[in-house]
């Protein structure tokens, strides 16, 4: 059995838009100021980019539980994979907090033997309590 996990795009990436690229969005159009366009036009990019680096990020993490172990693939220019062998996990917790929430996702966290931190975390993905089950049983 293998059981596969992608990140939900909607919170990571609402969460990049700020409140200044907002205001920005609806004093643009009123600016007689050159120089407070320009300044307000670079926001509004910067934001974009970071909104745009979000979701394609999102869009290449993944999670998988397989038989023996837990992994995770990521990276746009520098790929990076976490593999835990299931023998070797000491916790495994699941949250949601109030954005979670709202965007209707959670986080699984899985730490080993060992580790004085979290060695997975398993970040904003929609079926997060059925991962979190899958994985403590398989764990145990």
Known sequence: GRSDARTSIISPALASFNFISIVSLIFFGA????ILSVLIF???????LILLFTIISVRVRSYVIQPY???SKSGIFFKKQISIVFNKIDNINSVQR?????FGNGNVTVSTTGSSGIELPVRNIKDYQEFYEILK???R
């Open 31 to 34: 600016c007689s100021s050159g």
């Open 42 to 48: 670079l926001i509004l990019l910067a934001d974009f």
């Open 69 to 71: 172990r837990v992994y």
């Open 98 to 102: 109030f954005l979670n929430k709202v």
């Open 137 to 139: 049983k398989n764990y």
